[in-house]
């Protein structure tokens, strides 16, 4: 596949660490993994991309991305946690879209950042609106590598979280994402992806996310032996 889970972390958020990286070999286990953090971590089959911490996450994305050898990449985030099987056929289906049309940059694997006014790009697959505040967005996303590092190479973005801003300049570069139409179970305020079946997100405010995600962390404690009242607060 040629395919790079890239994933960002830090050693503040290490209590999550065996549980993503295991659900990722148990659910998805891709040939190439990068991962982003500030401290070496020690699991099979993963290229480490260690940052300063001081530095601006544009240019700790940059780095990282100059590592990923696949002409596309999907972004995750260690509390991104899988809780079954991703659709493998499916995830070839969609680079075999990015191959046939090459003005497409992206596809998002969950359904989010969609307003009212749709467009079709065929049975499957949607228009995401580049006016959308959204338009750019960490949430589980089939990139173009080459494109992701355009766009934040001219971003400069300081911070993670600073998905308005990597917006505009991801529709400054011109750049077309689609959505799949696909919903997974719906979950507070989204849906689950139905492709790419993770927790969206674990973590909020440094606490577990048991309110939309109860029944899937509860089989996480209890495979983890984890005291949900306790965990490291990033």
Known sequence: MNLTL???????????????????????????QVVLCDKEINYE??????????SKYY?????????????????????????????IDKINDLISTLENDKEISFIRLIYS???????????????????????????????????????????KTETIWDETKNSIHLKELNKIGLCVKAKGDKIGGHFNSSIYPYIATAI???KWND?????QLNTIYDEYNI????????
């Open 211 to 215: 309110s939309e995600y109860g029944n």
């Open 204 to 206: 909020v405010k440094g």
């Open 113 to 155: 950042g969609i307003d009212f006014n749709v467009i079709d790009y065929n049975e499957e697959l949607i228009y995401l609106n580049s006016q959308h505040q959204y338009y750019f967005s960490t949430q589980i996303t089939i990139w173009r590598t080459q494109d992701l590092k355009d766009m934040f190479n001219k971003s």
């Open 45 to 54: 089959g993963i290229i480490m991309s260690i940052y300063d911490n001081e």
């Open 59 to 87: 240019k700790q994305m940059v780095n990282a991305l100059d590592k990923v050898k696949t002409d596309y990449v999907i972004y995750s985030q260690e509390d991104y946690i899988l809780f079954d099987a991703v659709n």
């Open 6 to 32: 890239l994933t960002y972390t830090h050693s503040k958020a290490s209590d999550l660490h065996n549980i993503y990286f295991d659900r990722v070999k148990k659910f998805f286990n891709p040939k190439n």
């Open 227 to 234: 005291n949900k009242e306790i965990r490291g607060v990033r």
